[in-house]
């Protein structure tokens, strides 16, 4: 499910960048949960809000709507891909070369 986050705190390593953001939402049964997520790009200041999709049946499993459409989404997926990929070959191989 898609809903709206308040940024509540941001959580800074190195002192510099923020590299997470503790937040609180809304579930559709109107409850409020409290997370920390990974920051989006920009971070979002203390009280701005951004987009987080969260799974009904554990509301703290939460990741900003960004990530699921970058590229750090998608790399377990191209790794599985590229390991069917070379067993389709090596079987291909061991059976060309029995």
Do not use: H
Not at 64 to 72: C, G, I, P
């Amino acid at each position: 499910m898609e809903t709206d986050a308040v940024c509540e705190e941001r959580i800074r390593r190195g002192g510099t960048s923020v590299v997470n953001v503790g937040c609180t939402y809304r579930t559709t049964s109107t409850q409020r949960v409290r997370t920390v997520v990974s920051s989006p790009d920009p971070a979002p200041e203390v009280g701005e809000s951004f987009r987080v999709v969260f799974d009904p049946k554990k509301p703290t499993s939460v990741v900003t709507a960004q990530y699921l459409v970058s590229f750090d989404a998608k790399v377990p997926y191209l790794w599985q891909i590229a390991a069917v990929l070379l067993a389709v070959a090596g079987l291909l191989l061991m059976t060309v070369f029995s």
